[in-house]
């Protein structure tokens, strides 16, 4: 839900931005909710892989005796970064080609979930370059998630950027401290901008349909997220 609010956020700032979900199994609720975003697109322009079953495709992999083509997966997200929307204002040049400013790489499963034999998401990450953004429910326990997390992240020469927590709709009683734990226990970190909270949206928050307004409604948090990433439109940072 997060990397479709925040695309469309971008979006509507001017900023030139696709967001992708390389690998799904399970259901294509994820795959939905970023075309919806970002209309226009197939499932072919925003997926590499996927699968019914509810299985990552490591499993799949070991089920089917069939390899993931995991160098394939790291070649389409790259070639992700070629036009897409409308709009010369929301597209950088490089090499004389336009190409959207910002590539939003969605995971699955968490940064160790493995993708193929020997790969993890973790691998994903560090083939692309991503700077990495840590998203998990604020509720008891994502403390200690949190920070293996970053911790796994970092061993493995990954950049953290941002932790976002998201709020529940029936917070537990570790949720006033969550994030000032977070920030107390991670360690010092070159380019990390911070934890963020994320507001409970509601029961059809994740509605393909209502995301311009559930962007919208969460904007003051995703303009600080923009601004922490230093993410702005043609016309400057994005109110």
């Known amino acids: 839900m997060f990397s479709g609010l925040f695309t469309q956020y971008l979006m509507d700032c001017g900023v030139g931005v696709r967001a992708v979900k390389p690998f799904c199994s399970g259901g294509k609720a994820d795959i939905e909710f970023l075309q919806a975003a970002q209309s226009g697109l197939g499932h072919e322009d925003l997926n590499f892989w996927y699968s019914d079953e509810p299985i990552s495709p490591a499993a799949w ?5 069939q390899a993931v083509d995991f160098e394939g997966a790291v070649d389409w997200v790259k070639s992700r970064q070629w036009p897409v929307g409308s709009g010369k204002a929301s597209l ?3 090499g004389g080609s336009p190409q959207p400013s910002v590539l939003l790489v969605e995971g699955v499963g968490g940064l ?6 020997g790969k993890t998401v973790a691998s994903l990450g560090q ?4 700077q990495l953004v840590v998203v998990a429910p604020n509720r008891v326990g994502v403390v200690n998630q949190v920070l293996l997390t970053v911790e796994a992240a970092t061993k493995r020469g990954l950049k953290v950027a941002l932790v976002v927590l998201m709020e529940q709709k029936e917070p537990d009683d570790s ?5 000032d734990l977070i920030r107390q226990n991670l360690p010092e970190m070159t380019g990390f901008k911070g934890v963020i909270e994320f507001p409970y949206l509601g029961p059809d928050a994740s509605g393909p349909s209502l995301i311009p307004v559930h962007a919208n409604e969460a904007g003051k948090v995703l303009s600080q997220v923009a601004e922490l990433l230093a993410l702005s439109g043609p016309s400057g940072p994005c109110d």
């Open 127 to 130: 083939a692309i370059g991503v």
């Open 112 to 117: 160790l979930a493995p993708l193929a034999k």
């Open 61 to 65: 992999e070991m089920r089917h005796g």
């Open 175 to 179: 949720v006033p401290e969550n994030a």
């Open 92 to 94: 950088q040049v490089a």
